[in-house]
């Protein structure tokens, strides 16, 4: 969110003679991004410092023309093809309310660089591969009028535009650190600088109260902080019980007095279905939050307002989506939340639509207005629905202020599958390894230098420092011959998160190397060969097309591959998936992988590190909300699952026989139902409040060497002792709490 420009780094595809990037230091030693520091931040100003510690230069000389190369670590060039690229960074700003926001900059320090022309804006154009899949690809641009003109100093640093998330307001802030002047080949970089914002008539308080939200303003405002009372319940609100609605609209004042934290729009031949009634039951039992349910024919049938209607004749291109916009809108401004933020009504904070998209955006619509895709113009994308504040002039910013995720279903079964998996994933007590598996698969998107970096960037300092799982590896350099039947072989062995990181077409992800036996891996084979029961991971991907939403009969088929993973089975496939409805441009040459810092994947795995980055829609929000996402790159990526998600879910019940193949722990209460059989092999420890409840015919096998270890207020009730079967005699309980019966042996087996 720090960078809302429309920024285009790509590699140099083309044939050209090149030095290798070097690493130009202005402080300290090591590549690094750009140093923000925070010098004060109030209702009436906020000053903060920048300092750029280096740039990469690359000397490249293309059809006879010398040029070096600028990289700036986050930052972007803005300027047309052909044009010198010359980086930008953005920055987001917590302001107050006010009238105006004024800014002004103080030079600290400047470097001067050798005499060059910088490298031109590439222009992006496609190729066609062996299977006729469209490759992006740069092709050298030159703009000989560009090179011609004297420098003309523009501002080191101004706001680019102002608008709100959810109740707070911000302010957009670039800084042009690059000084060039072609006509004399002067370059310098100003590598330390200071800028102020001050505020005409600030009203209220700098920091809004964001409740859920709030770790997601902390990662994108740089003076935005989280205190415990923002996220912490309050009995003023706990005492509210919450309720489910199936909503009547008629008239569309009544769509700001729905109350509801989590709101179901649905096509209507769902809107009885009575899983959604579970799903809604499940969401207010686990989260506690009210629910609303809406059929989206009855908001398409009423008189709300589409931007269309302005135009004499009214265009009907986007009544649909502007409709459906407007609707959740009006919810949205209605403020009846009750459990979002602590101690306040709240703006709704989720929203899942239910039903595929067909021709002609029916069914259930998708967006197609926002055209922000370098490589095909449009994405087909649910995010537009979420960009729901405005600013006096009534134009909509590009800051999703909720989470939004889809059910892409045709009938019952589809949603059934969807429904049971959800809740399977978040209620199943499963204390085994894949649980804690994640599998980084990634194919030959990159270049050969540039994955091993990659793997280690997410796998040490985004995913798995801070997520808890244990990363399993997956690279198209060591499994070249058979990539795809290991990531079939490593998905069907279990794993609750999958990145992939490669080519994808419509019902694939697949290999673009000529010469590599096993190419792809589609939904045929998935088809005969997956077999992940009761293991279905969360997936997300870098990749081309798979999430292809509005896929309605392309190609002989009715459904991309998210599409299919998600909703053809109850019990295998994956819970969610996020996914791009289109080509997605990639800086695929890069050598460099700090260069990925910007994109998409390296700012959903870096925002593990707020509490609520673990819930599905939260957490892609709060990657597209971050200062290293393009705004192509928050159109381009869509959730397939339930936005409320809990991704680390631990569960709560065992209702069928599961084994516990490794090292375990209970925090909460773990109920083993009629029928079930949880089984130890390993330890099982209780933590705090852990408490595991047997009931009549469920039953507890703890294997021999096995350990139960009790811990602090622990306890352990038994609705029949006779009930807990214990195999050999290597049980061993430590230390036993006075109130807890002694386990007896009921059967050796």
């Known amino acids: 969110m720090k960078k809302l420009l429309l920024l285009l780094i790509m590699a140099v595809a083309f044939i050209f003679t090149a030095h290798a990037q070097q690493w130009v230091i202005f402080s300290g030693s090591e590549p690094g991004a750009p140093e923000v520091n925070l010098s004060t931040s109030s209702t009436q100003s906020v000053t903060f410092s920048v300092t750029i510690p280096g740039i990469y230069t690359q000397d490249t000389v293309v059809k006879g023309m010398a040029f070096t190369r600028l990289r700036l670590p986050g930052g972007g060039a803005v300027n047309a093809a052909g044009d010198p690229e010359i980086p930008v960074l953005s920055y987001s700003v917590a302001i107050p309310e006010c009238n105006a926001v004024n800014l002004t900059y103080q030079i600290v320090s400047r470097k001067k660089m050798p005499s060059c022309w910088v490298f031109p804006v ?435 088929g009715n459904e991309c591959l998210a599409e299919f993973l998600t909703r053809y089975d109850s019990i295998k496939g994956a819970v969610g998936y996020i996914g791009a409805p289109r080509v997605v441009c990639s800086d695929k040459d890069k050598y460099d992988p700090s260069a990925y810092e910007f994109r998409f994947p390296y700012t959903l795995f870096k925002n593990y590190n707020n509490n609520y980055s673990r819930i599905a829609g939260l957490m892609l929000l709060s990657a597209k909300l971050s200062g290293n996402c393009y705004l192509q790159d928050k159109y381009a990526f869509n959730l397939f699952g339930d936005p409320a998600l809990d991704i680390f879910a631990e569960g709560y019940e065992v209702t069928r026989s599961v084994t516990a193949d490794e090292y375990a722990e209970i925090r909460g209460t773990i109920r083993v139902h009629n029928g079930a059989t949880l089984t130890i092999t390993d330890t099982l420890r209780f933590i705090g409040n852990g408490k595991l409840i047997i009931e009549d015919n469920g039953n507890l096998v703890i294997n021999n060497n096995a350990h139960i270890i009790f811990k602090n207020n622990s306890s352990q009730s038994y609705d029949s002792l006779p009930k807990i079967h214990v195999k050999g005699g290597g049980f061993t309980m430590l230390p036993l709490l006075q109130t807890t019966p002694p386990c007896r042996k009921t059967a050796k087996t």
């Open 122 to 556: 590439p222009e992006l154009v496609f190729e066609q591969d062996q299977d006729g899949n469209q490759i992006p690809k740069e092709q050298f641009a030159f703009n000989a009028k560009a090179y011609t003109q004297p420098y003309n100093p523009e501002p080191a640093s101004k706001i680019l535009f102002s608008g709100s998330f959810r109740d707070q307001h911000y302010a957009e802030v670039s800084f042009s650190p690059v000084e060039f002047c072609p006509v004399m080949y002067e370059l310098s970089i100003i590598d330390q600088i200071e800028i102020t914002l001050t505020f005409t008539n600030p009203r209220g308080d700098l920091l809004q109260e964001l409740g859920i939200f709030s770790d997601m303003a902390a990662a994108a405002f740089m003076n935005y902080t989280v205190s415990e009372q923002q996220i912490q319940p309050k009995d003023t609100v706990q005492i509210i019980p919450p309720f489910i609605q199936f909503f009547n609209l008629t008239d569309t004042a009544q769509a700001c007095q729905i109350v509801c934290d989590y709101l179901i729009i649905t096509v209507p031949e769902f809107y009885n279905n009575p899983q959604l009634l579970r799903l809604a039951e499940h969401r207010k039992k686990l989260n506690g939050y009210d629910i609303a349910i809406v059929d989206v024919s009855q908001i398409l049938g009423l008189n709300f307002f589409y931007e269309g209607q302005l135009d004499n004749p009214p265009t009907l291109t986007y009544i649909s989506e502007q409709k459906m916009r407007t609707f959740i809108r009006r919810v949205y401004e209605g403020k009846n939340a009750r459990h979002i933020t602590p101690g306040k009504l709240d703006h709704v904070g989720f929203v899942l639509l239910v039903g595929d998209n067909y021709a002609n955006n029916t069914g259930m619509p998708t967006s197609k207005e926002k055209n922000v895709n370098q490589c095909e113009g449009i994405y087909p994308n649910d995010y537009y629905f979420s960009c729901v504040t405005r600013d006096a002039t009534g134009k909509y910013d590009d800051i999703g202020d909720l989470a939004i995720g889809r059910f892409s279903v045709m009938d019952s079964i589809h949603l059934f599958n969807m429904v049971h998996k959800t809740i399977n994933f978040e209620s199943e007590y499963t204390p085994q390894a894949w649980r804690n598996t994640a599998l980084i698969a990634v194919g030959n998107y990159l270049c050969p230098e540039a994955i091993p970096a990659y793997i280690k960037d997410v796998k040490d300092f985004y995913c798995f420092t801070n997520g808890g799982w244990k990363p399993k590896i997956l690279s198209i350099l060591n499994n070249g011959k058979t990539f795809f039947n290991n990531v079939l072989n490593s998905i069907n062995g279990g794993a609750s998160f999958v990145h992939y990181f490669g080519h994808g077409k419509i019902n694939s992800w697949y290999s673009a190397d000529i010469n590599q036996p096993d190419k792809r891996l589609d939904i045929d084979t998935l088809l005969l060969k997956l077999n992940n029961h009761y293991k279905a991971p969360f997936i997300n991907t870098w990749a081309c097309e798979t999430g292809r939403l509005d896929n309605y009969g392309q190609n002989g």
